[in-house]
T-cell receptor
Framework: QKEVEQDPGPLSVPEGAIVSLNCTYSNSAFQYFMWYRQYSRKGPELLMYTYSSGNKEDGRFTAQVDKSSKYISLFIRDSQPSDSATYLCAMGQSGNTPLVFGKGTRLSVIA | SQTIHQWPATLVQPVGSPLSLECTVEGTSNPNLYWYRQAAGRGLQLLFYSVGIGQISSEVPQNLSASRPQDRQFILSSKKLLLSDSGFYLC???????????FGDGTRLSIL
């Protein structure tokens, strides 16, 4: 079983739709969780960072962490064509251990 | 505020030539530094990381090496490039533990 599983998509939705992106993980030592957005030919950009179970909201984006189920989600409300990108989940353990990344989900929002 | 610089943005090199990619971070001290390669459909592959000057951990045996000559400088090198070294190379940094990584804009390397 891979440490982090993320559906690669592609996922195509109409403008204004609610988007749900998900990752599952197997390592219970993960303590903090991130979502990155990557546009074509650019580096990943940090979108959301959470350290505990529960929800964190930032504008149209909500990150959800369920440590008991080892499952994290990113919700995008009122999706826009500018949200079209690849979204990567990432997880970290305490200390200097490198982050573990999902392979990314490619999202297209169609106007 | 902290910024990360990575150059060049694109590079075309012949097989067998040497390589040097440089990454520098501003606005922080003693960061953890990382080199990744990203290939289509394979996600981010961690190549090297460093927790301090002169300290390099290699994740994948390959044709590449890394060095950290200064606190905020991280260099990716090769003596002889292979066709399989083509890809998108990303540098990243992290400050205090349990904090997220931040990425540069990457170098797209094409080997001919």
């Amino acid at each position: 079983q891979k440490e982090v599983e993320q559906d690669p998509g592609p996922l195509s939705v109409p403008e204004g739709a609610i988007v749900s992106l998900n990752c599952t993980y197997s390592n219970s030592a993960f303590q903090y969780f991130m979502w990155y957005r990557q546009y074509s030919r650019k580096g990943p950009e940090l979108l959301m960072y959470t350290y505990s179970s529960g929800n964190k909201e930032d504008g149209r984006f909500t990150a959800q962490v369920d440590k008991s189920s080892k499952y994290i989600s990113l919700f995008i409300r009122d999706s826009q064509p500018s949200d079209s990108a690849t979204y990567l989940c990432a997880m970290g353990q305490s200390g200097n251990t490198p982050l573990v990344f999902g392979k990314g989900t490619r999202l297209s929002v169609i106007a | 505020s902290q910024t990360i610089h990575q150059w060049p943005a694109t590079l075309v090199q012949p097989v067998g030539s040497p390589l040097s990619l440089e990454c520098t971070v501003e606005g922080t001290s003693n960061p953890n530094l990382y080199w990744y390669r990203q290939a289509a459909g394979r996600g981010l592959q961690l190549l090297f990381y460093s927790v301090g000057i002169g300290q390099i951990s290699s994740e994948v045996p390959q044709n590449l090496s890394a060095s950290r000559p200064q606190d905020r400088q991280f260099i990716l090198s090769s003596k002889k490039l292979l066709l399989s070294d083509s890809g998108f190379y990303l540098c990243a940094w992290k400050g205090a533990k349990d904090q997220p990584q931040h990425f540069g804009d990457g170098t797209r390397l094409s080997i001919l």
